[in-house]
């Protein structure tokens, strides 16, 4: 809720506030005067006749979300801070909501809760007066707001209608205008797939598409809810390939929202791997993680990294095309959740042969992995331990003795007494005894860096 500006009140004895419809307007709390439009009249002639088959707590709750004004501080309860749906008057004159002011009482408080007098009544009287204000203020401006909403609904719909004409540069302007509505208004995504727009943009992907009709295309898709049929339609490869062509020469923007349309495809039951199958996008998305320019670049790329190495048949591309010492190196300048990615992704690739031969080769591989190891969250250092676990088992006489230099055994050590799961500790203990295998126990124990104590 929006912070409430003070408006003008009308104050009895005892300080109680006491406001009447036809000064409320005429002071301007209800938007009366020029330009406000005033309350909605019924029939008779009475403010918001016709508005009170509003439900209030409803208008209360979107106008809410819309935060478009602040609320006459008259209309807010003073316990809660919200608006009062049901108002009640105390014998000091003070209003309150009726469900926080019997809870005041239920706990035993004889007192006014804003003035702290204590009160020789306690009952509470229905404020019908300012009951009515309230509704009539919450009534003309959800009035507004619901017109406001049906405008845009129509304008929307008639872009797409546009859009089925219109070529060329006014093309573009009409997926730019549908673009900054979605972005302003969410609701409208409904209105977009009624009027067929997702079918219709869909269509406009292709192998002739311009990248500026493409990457304003994608930026709509990305933002609407895609059934099973619209992904279906958007995995055929002339449309994969203008949005790999797009990941590889479009703006950061186009790039972030060409990744993230690939990844919603992804999740649908009927994708095959193929799709994800060239090195094209493959080299795209590791220029795009390792461009530190843009962090939001970096999170999206690996991301969708992450979902295409859930498909195995692609993990030995892509430690063909050097991915695997490229992420080790960026670990350190990782954000926790872009090193959580990574690591999840070096640990997925180290299932192949090629993969763990690669993060054996990699200088950086047991430093890194031995330093993030406790560092930022349990699935990393799951990860780590993982990716540690492959190269020493796979070169223990070469891997194992670097491990321990690098601190791997008083690592390992902290990882047995932590509270994470059984799993991850006896894995460690496995390592750590893998580790021990080369030194003599006086000499490993020196390495763990142990104190008297806990040797």
């Known amino acids: 809720m929006p912070q409430y ?12 506030q006491v406001i009447d419809l036809e000064t409320a307007v005429k002071d301007g709390i209800l938007g009366g005067g020029e330009g406000g439009g005033g309350l909605p009249a ?63 009482f239920s706990l035993g408080h004889l007192t006014c809760p804003t003035t702290m007098q204590e009160l020789w009544d306690d009952a509470v009287t229905p404020n019908q007066t300012l009951h009515q204000l309230i509704h009539a203020w919450f009534s003309q401006r959800y009035l507004r707001l619901k017109k406001r909403s049906e405008d845009v609904q129509g304008r929307t719909a008639e872009l797409v209608k546009t ?18 509505i979605l972005a302003a208004h969410p609701a409208v ?82 994708f095959r791997s193929e799709v994800v199958t060239r090195l094209s996008l493959l ?9 530190k320019r843009h962090p939001n670049g970096i ?25 695997v010492p490229q992420l080790v190196e960026l670990l350190p300048n990782l954000t926790p959740e872009c090193v959580e990615l990574a690591l999840h992704i070096l640990d997925d690739l180290s299932t192949i042969a090629g993969g763990c031969s690669a993060l054996k080769d990699c200088a950086q591989t047991i430093p890194n992995a031995v330093r993030l190891l406790m560092r930022v969250s349990e699935a990393c250092t799951r990860y780590a331990l993982s990716i540690l676990w492959a190269v020493c088992k796979l070169a223990p006489d070469e891997c194992a003795p670097l491990a321990v230099e690098a601190g791997l055994a008083a690592k390992l050590l ?18 750590l005894k893998l580790c021990s295998l080369n030194y003599t126990t006086t000499l490993f124990i020196s390495k763990c860096k142990l104190t008297r104590t806990i040797q």
Request: aromatic share 4%; with cysteine; hydrophobic share 45%.
């Open 299 to 323: 999170v999206a790329g690996l991301s969708l990294l992450k979902a295409i190495c859930f498909h195995e048949q692609v993990r030995s591309l892509i430690v063909s095309i050097g991915a």
């Open 5 to 16: 500006q003070k408006q003008a009140s009308w104050r009895l004895e005892g300080g109680g």
């Open 42 to 104: 019924g029939k008779d002639g009475s403010f918001g006749a016709s508005a009170e088959k509003l439900d209030l707590k409803k208008m209360i709750e979107e106008l809410d979300s819309a935060a478009e004004e602040d609320v006459p501080s008259v209309f807010i309860c003073p316990i809660s801070l919200e608006p009062m749906v049901d108002p009640v008057t105390l014998c000091t004159g003070q209003t309150y909501e009726r469900v926080h002011i019997l809870k005041w």
């Open 163 to 180: 859009l089925r004409k219109v070529k060329g540069q006014a093309r573009v302007q009409a997926l730019k205008d549908i673009q900054k």
């Open 414 to 431: 902290l990882v047995i007494q932590s509270s994470y799961s059984p799993e991850l500790k006896q894995r460690a203990a496995e390592l």
């Open 283 to 291: 080299v795209a998305l590791l220029r795009l993680v390792k461009d």
């Open 189 to 270: 995504k409904k209105t977009v797939a009624d009027s067929g727009g997702v079918a219709l943009l869909s269509s406009l992907l292709g192998p002739f598409t311009s990248h500026a009709v493409g990457s304003e295309v994608i930026a709509i898709l990305v933002n609407l809810s895609l059934d099973s049929d619209a992904r279906a339609n958007l995995m055929q490869p002339a449309k994969i390939s203008l949005m790999v062509d797009m990941l590889n020469e479009g703006t950061i923007d186009t790039k972030i929202n060409c990744t993230r349309l690939i990844e919603m495809l992804m999740e649908e039951k009927s």
